[in-house]
């Protein structure tokens, strides 16, 4: 469904297990990160009703996922790092093309942010299918769930604003930059690590 050119090595979650806390402070940051991009989406776009409602409520989700992530890092009594740069996300935000329309850029925004919750979709199943914490493995397949309808909201949007024989031509090429740039993670206990 998420058309990823190459999947997390299940492995992966044993460098998870390894330090709990840590993969626990980087989704939360990751969940605020999100919830920031919904808003400023709605900054830049104020204009387009539809988009502005949809990512209210991407926003506030997102919020919420981070509330509930801190919720954890509470209960379990460990502790809640201070925000750290992601890498990854950097490095995709490298490929968001910088000329063009504001609608082009709307347009690759939107499909910058589906690749972004497709990628942490990919990886809250591999955390929900293979982390021996039963609470964990919970929480993490429904997240899953959202992110799944987040990546979908994005890319719906992005075949809406732009024209889409042009846009699957662009998705085509995300899944292609990402799905080379994605060899070099899966070593560190971070979502996108």
Not at 26 to 39: F, M, P, R, S, V
Not at 128 to 147: C, Q, W
Not at 162 to 189: A, P, Q
């Amino acid at each position: 469904m998420l058309g990823l050119k190459l999947k997390t090595d299940p492995r992966w979650v044993n460098i998870v297990e390894s330090n709990i806390a840590e993969i626990l402070s980087d989704h939360a940051w990751c969940e605020q990160k999100a919830a920031t991009n919904a808003i400023t989406m709605i900054i830049n776009n104020s204009e387009k009703e539809e988009l502005v409602t949809e990512l209210l409520n991407i926003s506030r989700e997102e919020l919420e996922h981070f509330q509930m992530v801190h919720e954890l890092i509470k209960k379990r009594g460990v502790e809640f790092h201070r925000e750290r740069k992601d890498d990854y996300v950097g490095q995709l935000a490298k490929f968001l093309k910088k000329d063009g329309s504001r609608e082009q850029s709307l347009v690759d925004r939107l499909l910058f942010s589906a690749m972004i919750e497709a990628r942490s979709c990919e990886r809250f199943k591999v955390l929900s299918e293979n982390i021996k914490d039963e609470e964990l493995a919970k929480f993490y397949r429904d997240l899953m769930v959202s992110e799944a309808g987040h990546y979908t909201t994005f890319l719906n949007f992005a075949r809406k604003y732009g024209k889409v024989e042009e846009v699957n031509k662009r998705w085509k090429e995300w899944i292609e930059f990402e799905g080379e740039l994605i060899t070099n993670y899966g070593k560190s206990e971070t979502i996108h690590g």
